[in-house]
């Protein structure tokens, strides 16, 4: 599972909407964006923790972390997309480390990091069964994930609800949001039908985790997640 082929078309549409990313994701996600990443991460990273944010963009995961902790952590964005990385200023006084790269090929040690964070980002992995087995290899003993994504019901009825507001509604809610450029956002359609179901999820997980922690918001068409190694 994964988006395969289909990567890099959804990469070229990433760069494009770099300008409206954060406004538009605000609104499709129905202003939860901020508080989904919040109710994950709190309580479950500390002060001192080294953090591996994974398929960062501009480090939104990374700051809630540091808004969580007072700060006391050291940060690695890591995203495929220089311009992603570029344009982490806004957020961070202190700009952490960036590193360019994919899912599937970490340039990282074995056991070099506390938590990985990564928000909206796991659902573009071009193999996730090799995205999974990445991030185990780089958490330390006893160490986390915690994943923010869109969740696939595993209900039929839930499951249609979420499908219809992604092909239907989002594109009017992404229009509004970000003009012309924000009915790029059409393509994340195409990155849920590729995605698998929660329970999916969960069971993949669990194939290298020891652990894992599945919470639902939005009829189970978000999700947050944490895997313990």
């Known amino acids: 599972m994964g988006l395969g082929s289909y990567w890099g078309e959804v990469l070229d549409v990433l760069r494009d909407i770099i300008p409206i990313y954060d406004k538009v994701n605000s609104s499709i996600s129905l202003g939860k964006d901020v508080e989904h990443r919040t109710r994950a991460i709190k309580g479950r990273i500390k002060s001192g923790d080294k953090v591996l944010d994974a398929g960062s963009g501009f480090g939104n995961m990374s700051k809630t972390a540091l ?3 007072s700060g006391d952590n050291e940060i690695m964005l890591y995203d495929p997309l220089l311009p992603m990385l570029k344009n982490t200023n806004k957020l961070f006084k ?25 928000g909206y980002s796991l659902r573009d992995a071009i193999s996730l069964k090799t995205a999974i087995s990445e991030i185990h290899r780089i958490l330390k003993k006893d160490g986390k994930w915690v994943i923010v994504d869109l969740g696939k019901p595993d209900d039929s009825i839930a499951r249609f609800g979420v499908s219809f507001y992604l092909k239907i509604i989002l594109p009017i809610i992404a229009y509004r949001a970000g003009g012309k450029l924000g009915l790029k956002f059409a393509t994340l359609y195409g990155t849920y039908k590729l995605w698998p179901k929660n329970k999916k999820l969960e069971s993949m997980l669990l194939e290298k985790f020891s652990k894992v922690e ?16």
């Open 67 to 69: 808004n969580i902790t």
């Open 94 to 118: 202190n700009k952490p480390e960036t590193m360019c790269g994919v899912f599937e090929h970490m340039p990282f040690k074995d056991e070099q990091f506390d938590i990985a964070l990564s």
């Open 214 to 229: 599945f919470e639902k918001d939005l009829m189970g068409g978000a999700i947050m997640v944490a895997a313990y190694k």
